[in-house]
């Protein structure tokens, strides 16, 4: 029995918050992607996503090993991926391809590269734009490449790679639902200190990071994907292993309309507490219908930030009380009291604060963390 070991969720090509190869793509290169596992195994496969592709990519190989650092790969843990027991294999226009499982013994905690060679031009490439994480692209073929040398580009964003599932033989893995805050904004760059990977650490379960910067629970956008509730099934309930699904979703479909700095709507919408709540509900109605229980967590602090309103304000505080108290909910994560400056409740506490009012830095995270794994 496979679990999903870690994911991103699919973006359509953008130019994104800052400079990624999303719209380029590749042509006679190989990408390798380092991405930290919360379920170990002694097997191992991946999910490659086109969502958002218009013809089919042709990947010409593709490896896997144990991360040594950088582009680095550990000595002797390097093995070949084939798909269907070929070295090579399409991923179709908006669909996806898993590999076969090789053998490579990996414990929560590790970090693993996969790396992708593609001989033919790829096109657009369907990525998440903020990894967080450094990537690395070079010249060629490089799948076998242990020491990494030749590869002599770093971007922050994923490209095709959606899932790491190992054969973990479990079914509690916890799914983390929303925006930038859930993808990571504000924590330390190549650190791996987002609050899902403090949760799998605080509570030894699989965590699956399904956050997108900039994310609405109600409306799609060209630089923040496609809306909550459009695509809760393919980035969280299509995975192999979920249980509990937390949902942190909705400040930005109240926050932008009070900024003109969005890039994607002018004017944005301007969303009432009632429309949220009905977002909230099909969130819920999909998830028990796949039998995932529901945890929800209530917005963060934001007063300062350029999100913040009258309006904003207004309709934040009524979905925090309706999270609370509707009893809709299994169970409720109350972070916005855990982060709140107690001098001023609707701000971040500043010990907490990333800088922008908004995000919390890598101290935050951990408190988050620490709500959810009691929730839990």
């Not at 400079?19 to 590749?26: E, I, T, Y």
């Not at 095709?160 to 330390?188: M, P």
């Not at 403090?198 to 965590?207: F, I, K, M, N, S």
């Amino acid at each position: 029995m496979f679990t999903t070991s870690w994911t991103a969720s699919p973006q359509s090509p953008s130019e994104g918050f800052t400079p990624n190869w999303s719209r380029a793509g590749f042509w006679r290169q190989s990408l390798r992607q380092v991405v930290r596992l919360s379920a170990g195994g002694g097997r191992v496969r991946v999910r490659l996503s086109h969502a958002y592709g218009t013809s089919p990519v042709r990947v010409a190989g593709a490896s896997m090993g144990l991360s040594a650092g950088g582009a680095g790969v550990r000595p002797g843990s390097l093995v070949r991926l084939t798909f269907a027991g070929a070295g090579e294999a399409a991923i179709p226009a908006r669909g996806e391809i898993v590999s076969d499982d090789v053998p490579l013994a990996v414990a929560a905690g590790d970090s693993v590269t996969v790396t992708l060679y593609f001989e033919a031009a790829t096109g657009p490439a369907t990525f998440h734009a903020q990894a967080f994480a450094p990537g690395y692209r070079g010249a060629g073929d490089l799948t076998e490449d242990a020491g990494g040398a030749g590869f002599d580009a770093v971007s922050e964003s994923w490209y095709f790679l959606s899932a790491v599932e190992t054969d973990a033989g479990r079914a509690d893995a916890v799914a983390l639902f929303g925006d930038s805050i859930t993808d990571g904004f504000g924590s330390t760059t190549g650190a791996d200190r987002r609050w899902s990977d403090a949760l799998a650490g605080r509570t030894g379960r699989p965590v699956l990071n399904a956050g997108i910067g900039g994310n609405l629970l109600l409306n799609d956008s060209a630089w923040y994907g496609e809306k909550g509730v459009h695509r809760l099934r393919r980035d969280v309930l299509d995975h192999p292993g979920v249980d509990t699904l937390v949902v942190l979703l909705g400040l930005n479909d109240i926050g932008f309309s009070e900024t003109d700095e969005q890039p994607t709507y002018h004017p944005a919408p301007v969303v009432e507490a009632a429309e949220l709540i009905a977002g909230h509900r099909e969130l819920l109605r999909q998830a028990r219908a796949a039998g995932v229980r529901v945890i929800g967590a209530t917005l963060l602090p934001f007063a300062g930030s350029d999100h913040w309103g009258e309006h904003a304000a207004k309709v934040g505080h009524e979905l925090n009380e309706w999270i609370r108290c509707s009893g809709e909910y299994d169970a409720v994560a109350d972070l916005n009291r855990a982060l709140a400056d107690p001098a001023d409740p609707d701000r971040l506490r500043p010990a907490y604060d990333f800088g922008d009012h908004l995000h919390p830095n890598d101290t935050g995270y951990e408190v988050m963390a620490e709500v959810v794994a009691a929730t839990l």
